[in-house]
Structures are given as C-alpha cells and as structure tokens.
C-alpha cells in the first residue's frame, strides 16, 4: 500500500471516529498532494518519496507557524499546529541517528573504495549513493560533512 493510500484510508478512519485534529490535518495534507499533483504542465503522481517529501515540508511548517504563534501570545494556536506537526510525524520514517548515519557513509565508501582510490572528485558519487540510502532521514549537511572527512 502507498503512504498516500495510507493517508486516504487513515483519513476515512479518523473521519468516522470523530477525530478533528487528525481528520482535519488528513485532509490538508491529501489536498496537498492533490494541488502538487495537478501542478505544473504535465501533472503527475506522487511517488512514496515525494510524499515523504511533501510531509517533511508540512511538517516544518507548522512547526514555523507555532514558533510565530507563540511569539505573538497565541499559545493555542501554537498548540494545535505543534499536534499537527507531530501527528504528520508519524508517517514519516524514522530518522538516523549519527551513529547510524556514519555507519552508511563508512559502508558506502568502502564500497566505492574497492574500485580505486577515493579523491575528492568522488563526492558528487558518493553523495548520491549515501542520500539515496539515507532518503531525508538525516541532515543532508551533516551527511555531507561524514563524506567530506572520509574523503580528505
């Protein structure tokens, strides 16, 4: 079953149990998807990934929202958008610790190391074979710094 499947059938779930928060944020999020969907020229379906994607970005900004919220006294409404923002959470995968993260960078390099002697020009390769593993479940910078120190 795809994530935005999920989110469908979770969002009918929530509708009939009552529950406002997580129907309401369902919804957002599926018309979301709808709107980047039928965006562009060419419209197109939303892989697993871009939805990933999309929710990481929801996330953050509810998150900016209830730092605003908070900032103006409108503790409520920070509130509401914190829940939000954790309720998206669960969908996404679970983030990488740096000793997780390392572990990937050090197997991918070896990896890589078998064929010849790693320069700095292999960044770019490495980089690519690491974030496809790792997919935004760890800082993208951190990542690159852990590739940057096994190559210098």
Known sequence: MSLKDR???DSIVHLKAGNELEKT???NILSAIGTKEKSGKNPT???DQDVENLLRKEVSNREETAALAAKDGRAEHAERELAEAAFISTYLPKALGEA???EVV???MAELAADHELTMKDMGQAMKLV???IAGRFDGKALSQMVRAKLG
């Open 25 to 27: 944020t369902l919804r």
């Open 7 to 9: 989110l469908r059938d």
């Open 100 to 102: 997780e993260a390392q």
């Open 131 to 133: 974030g496809a593993e």
């Open 106 to 108: 050090d197997r991918v």
């Open 45 to 47: 379906e939303l892989n």
